[in-house]
């Protein structure tokens, strides 16, 4: 399949046609080649000139072609002007967590040329705006230089300032399918689809644009380029009959499909696209066909202390209710949270993470709330999270977050971060099972209640820890008042030792009787394997390519990722099993080799943190050169520098 | 209106109402304030205004916040559930309860620290969503139960028991009410509640927020001389300008109002019909009044005040406003009771979904 094509050059450059390795990395370095089906690509716009629709376009019509890849959009906390980028990573192997280098980078924004030049992977791909000359500093000798008009020909082509800019944007997509060998046919569908019939000037412009740039490049350039999509064949891994999702909109659809009626609100990137994409779900699904009147409340509250509060009162009033936010919003809710765990309010709290502490990089990804989250507000607190690790999960974590939450009648958080909830991810197609129903836990019905002569809501009457609640104004036999001072089983106020401590043990049984029921780790031994990679969320991808270079280098490794707290009692086992443990996590301090350390009673010594937390999505090589240090510096416990944090 | 019958006799103590309830299954646990606290006042007026209306006990939603005002909903309504939240949050917590589940008749209670300091915003956005809420604002001018700070309704120069002067505005929540779109406001005195019960009656068949300012003196940290909440300042200050009761059902009317729409002279009444088709008959008391017109309550109530007197009564009503269901355009049933089956749209749809996302 693979034709050799070496590019004729635009001038200046050297590197024309070079392949394969020389990217001046070692062999666990950044990329394991370069070829068909494996490459990565940049494109560095500025924000606020609709260069999301051109990226999605090329994105999307990889994807359609079948071949395993990624997209992460990297944009700045602003509305229009700053820089803004969008990679793509396709590889064969279906190794597709970011990965920094990249072997063609579009570039778009005067302002970061610099930069964003310099990223590029020696041999590679410049494509730029030609209208205006290079400046000669900017050139590089080692990198093959293809330059478009793209100005220039949208100007000619095209009317009005906006539509202009617009196409400038198309037309990079065209130039990039004519030399990255996308079908366009699978391109022209695409635009068909969003522009259709209702705006056809639209699509005619975009089609115009497209073949603007795919003309240009195949007049002047041999296309396609050596690196380049092609349709996987005969066993080549396919990720045909996926879908393409992110995390947000996945989580939301996961809270429609589990019937959850109240959702409160304060808007804080990047959580904000799944309360969006609840609100547009449910105008279609949630809308009584009879009526026009909704099944939902979608409330936009006055801060996330309300929100909180609103989720609260709901699941209180026996609504599944949950609030989306980030760490932020998080600080804010935690007294709420306290009160729920104490009081027993079933509620589902969605963090989004993002880079913190304070307002940090909102635009940027971290997984820095775990500790926040597994213990938010005072007192002794301890919550249920569920950590989904692609929009598959978020989907389906969604729904047993409600279950838990019902079944445990305590918060729960599901947290994700932005990575996982904002970029789309290529995921096998969500499926729902037509017998789920959902598992509100133990509440006594008005008829039950009817036939009872006593109810006591914190009364343990079956032994299990989870005391039986009532839903307000179903029956007069079930009332009583809920509060966060303190209380007996019997639910009476008290400042007594006994009484007060009878029930804050029951709820820590509670909390830990959850830890089986909740989604099992992912684990994998290897045989041989002595040590282990551990990690959370989203770092999947990376560990596991990190995983087969480190193999193809001879170091083996076993495999856990945690998706529940508290932790399985199989987490510690595993743990417990390995010589060295290597926790690979997105924050600076470690905080799940912390929650590992103080929930699991594994010597902390024998677990070694792995850090990256600049904000962009884990790569593949801050595991490598992560753990490659770590065993270089000595046996486990020494302290050896594995923060990767400087790395892009 | 039309004119017909007697009004409703309401009698205290063992009489029995529609329900062939007494006040007794209207009440709650002891009270554990100080003795003579304006709040268990308060309290016995609700269980009077809901015994009254025969409200079924267990379709009560009973809110609070915290503070000593905000311990009362454990001693009304033995039967209904209650929820003592966190300090200043009652609004939100009784937005997320009324939102799913309206059926249910809410009751919040706060305190001037709870609603007008910490909890000053979640107030007013309750107020901002019309909700459909009868909210007391216990009002003491301090924190009774954190021992007597002034709080942010104390006036310029009330005295604390050390004899200290407050020396900050005070937060009126009345004006603020006014001044925000409060569909239902009255302020009322713990230690009146004849005119008090009324006010509460046509708080709860009031669709949306009803913002009822009382106060309630604190006989422990603010009922001294030089404090402008004891009880003895405001006796001696006390203006009805309005005298409001609630008709119910409306053809106990026993006379034609004598004013149907504009303001009413002094002396005479108007009747005001609710969305539930219940009455609210309104008589001014030393001056012209319209209660349905926001300026003339604002103005009235500012210039009362001027003079040193505290307005009361049913200051204002607009009965025609949609609460908050009405904006969120929410299906009549109580969300949470909606079986499953309307709610998750099945594995078909979402596999025809997901051509979506190819
Ligand atoms: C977050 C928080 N801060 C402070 C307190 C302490 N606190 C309890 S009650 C109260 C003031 C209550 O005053 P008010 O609402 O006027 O009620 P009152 O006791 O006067 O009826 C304060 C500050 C608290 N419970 N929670
Ligand atoms: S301290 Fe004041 S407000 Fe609190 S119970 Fe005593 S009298 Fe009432
Ligand atoms: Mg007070």
Redesign the pocket.
């Given at each position: 399949m693979i034709r050799e094509a070496p590019a004729r050059v635009s001038g200046g450059g050297t590197g024309a046609g070079r392949r394969g390795k020389a990217d001046g990395r070692s062999a666990t370095g950044v990329r394991s080649g370069r070829g068909v089906n494996d490459f990565a690509l940049k494109i560095a716009t500025v924000n606020g000139t609709g260069s999301a629709s051109a990226n999605g376009l090329i994105m999307k019509s990889i994807f359609r072609m079948g071949a395993p890849v990624s997209g992460k959009n990297v944009f700045p906390s602003n509305i229009q002007g700053l820089p803004t980028w969008y990679e793509i990573r396709i590889n064969a192997q279906g190794h597709v967590a970011r990965t920094p280098g990249f072997d063609v980078l579009v570039a778009m924004n005067g302002e970061t040329y610099e930069r964003d030049i310099a990223e590029v992977a020696e041999g590679g791909w410049l494509l730029y705006d030609s209208s205006w000359p290079l400046a000669r500093e900017l050139r590089r000798e080692d990198v093959n230089h293809i330059g478009v008009p793209l100005a220039e020909m949208c100007v000619k082509r095209f009317e009005g300032s906006r539509i202009r800019i617009l196409m400038k944007n198309i037309a990079y997509a065209g130039a990039l399918a004519a030399l990255l060998d996308i079908d366009l046919d699978v391109i022209r569908g695409l635009l068909e689809e969003t522009f259709g019939a209702r705006k056809r000037h639209l699509l005619e412009a975009n089609n115009t644009a497209i073949d603007l740039g795919h003309n240009y490049v195949t007049e002047r350039y041999d296309c396609p380029l050596p690196i380049r999509v092609a349709r996987p064949a005969g066993d080549e891994l396919s990720w045909e009959g996926r879908i393409l999702m992110d995390g947000n909109t996945a989580a939301a659809l996961g809270c429609i499909y589990a019937g959850a009626t109240v959702a409160s609100w304060y808007p804080i990137t990047p959580s904000t696209s799944l309360v969006d994409a609840f609100g547009k779900f449910a105008g279609s699904m949630r809308k009584d066909p009879d009526s026009g009147r909704m099944r939902a409340a979608i409330i936009q509250a006055e801060d996330e202390l309300a929100a909180a509060g609103m989720t609260v009162g709901a699941g209180w009033a026996g609504a599944r209710a949950f609030t989306a936010t980030s760490g932020p919003g998080i600080s804010l809710m935690s007294?709420f949270v306290g009160l729920a765990y104490y009081a027993e309010v079933p509620s589902v709290f969605f963090d989004i993470q993002r880079v913190g502490p304070s307002t940090g990089m909102p635009t940027r990804t971290q997984q820095c709330d775990l500790l926040l989250c597994a213990y938010a507000s005072h007192g002794d607190t301890r919550h249920i999270c569920l950590y989904p690790g692609d929009p598959a999960e978020c989907f389906d974590f969604a729904v047993r977050a409600f279950d838990v939450a019902d079944r445990f009648q305590t918060p729960v958080f599901v947290v994700s971060d932005l990575d996982v909830g904002m970029n789309d991810w290529a995921v096998p197609p969500l499926q729902w099972d037509p017998a789920y129903g959902p598992d509100r836990g133990k509440i006594k019905s008005a008829e039950e209640l009817d036939r009872m002569d006593r109810f006591f809501r914190y009364l343990d009457v079956d032994g299990d820890g989870i005391a039986w609640r009532t839903i307000p104004g179903e029956h007069p036999l079930g009332a009583h008042l809920t509060r966060g001072s303190g209380h007996t089983k019997y639910g009476t106020y008290t400042e007594d030792a006994e009484g007060y401590t009878e029930v804050v043990d029951r709820i820590s049984e509670k909390i830990e009787s959850s830890a089986p029921v909740l989604p099992e780790p992912v684990m994998e031994s290897v045989p041989g394997a002595e040590m282990a990679l551990v990690t959370v969320g989203g770092c999947e991808g990376a560990v596991r390519e990190a995983m087969d270079r480190l193999g193809n280098s001879g170091l083996h490794f076993n495999y856990m990722r945690v998706r529940g707290f508290p932790f399985a009692e199989s987490v510690r086992e595993f743990l417990a099993e390995q010589k060295r443990v290597f926790v690979v996590e997105q924050n600076r301090d470690g905080q799940l080799r912390s929650l590992l350390t103080t929930e699991t009673g594994v010597a902390g010594a024998s677990l070694e943190p792995v850090l990256y937390y600049g904000g962009l999505p884990m790569s593949a090589v801050h595991v490598v050169d992560g753990v490659l240090a770590r065993l270089g510096a000595g046996p486990a416990g020494s302290p050896a520098p594995a923060r990767t944090g400087a790395v892009a | 209106m039309t004119s017909i019958t007697k009004p409703r006799v309401v009698h205290p103590g063992l009489a029995k109402n529609e329900l062939g309830l007494t006040t007794r299954s209207y009440e709650g646990a002891m009270s554990t304030l100080c003795a003579g606290c304006g709040?268990d006042s308060v309290t016995a007026a609700l269980v009077e205004a809901l015994w009254s209306l025969s409200i079924e006990p267990h379709r009560v939603g009973k809110m609070s916040g915290?503070?000593?005002?905000?311990k009362t909903p454990g001693y009304f309504l033995e039967q209904s559930h209650g929820f003592n939240s966190?300090?200043g949050r009652m609004p939100a917590v009784a937005t997320g309860a009324n939102a799913a589940n309206r059926e249910l008749t809410y009751i919040g209670v706060?305190?001037?620290?709870?609603s007008l300091s910490?909890g000053l915003g979640q107030m007013c956005h309750a107020i901002r969503r019309n909700l459909n809420l009868l909210y007391l604002i216990?009002n003491?001018g301090?924190?009774?139960?954190?021992k007597g700070q002034f709080?942010a309704s104390a006036d310029i120069g009330t005295k604390s028991k050390r004899g200290v002067p407050n020396l900050q505005a005070p937060i009126d929540p009345v004006h603020l009410g006014l001044s925000i779109g409060a569909t239902f406001v009255a302020r009322g005195f713990s230690g009146d509640k004849t005119q008090l019960v009324p006010i509460l009656t046509a708080g709860i068949r009031h669709k949306g927020l009803a913002l009822v300012d009382i106060i309630s003196p604190?006989v422990t940290f603010n009922d001294h001389q030089g404090s402008t909440k004891s009880y003895q300042h405001t006796r001696d200050h006390f203006r009805p300008a309005t005298e409001a009761a609630l008709l119910d059902p409306p053809d106990m009317v026993e006379e034609m109002a004598t004013i149907n729409v504009g303001p009413i002279p002094p002396g005479q009444f108007r009747d005001v019909s609710l969305h539930d088709g219940s009455v609210v008959r309104f008589r001014a008391m030393h001056e012209e009044y319209d209660p349905t017109d926001r300026g003339t309550a604002a103005a009235l109530v500012r210039r009362l005040q001027d003079r040193g007197e505290i307005p009361t009564g049913l200051l204002f009503v607009d009965p025609d406003a949609g609460d908050h269901h009405d904006v969120m355009n929410t299906v009549e049933e109580p969300l949470w009771s909606l079986p499953f089956e309307d709610l998750c749209p099945g594995s078909e749809v979402l596999s025809d979904m997901m051509a979506r996302f190819r």
């Open positions: 007294e | 709040h915290i503070g000593c005002s905000s966190v300090h706060s305190g001037d620290g709870d910490i216990e003491n301090v924190y009774g139960l954190t709080s604190c």
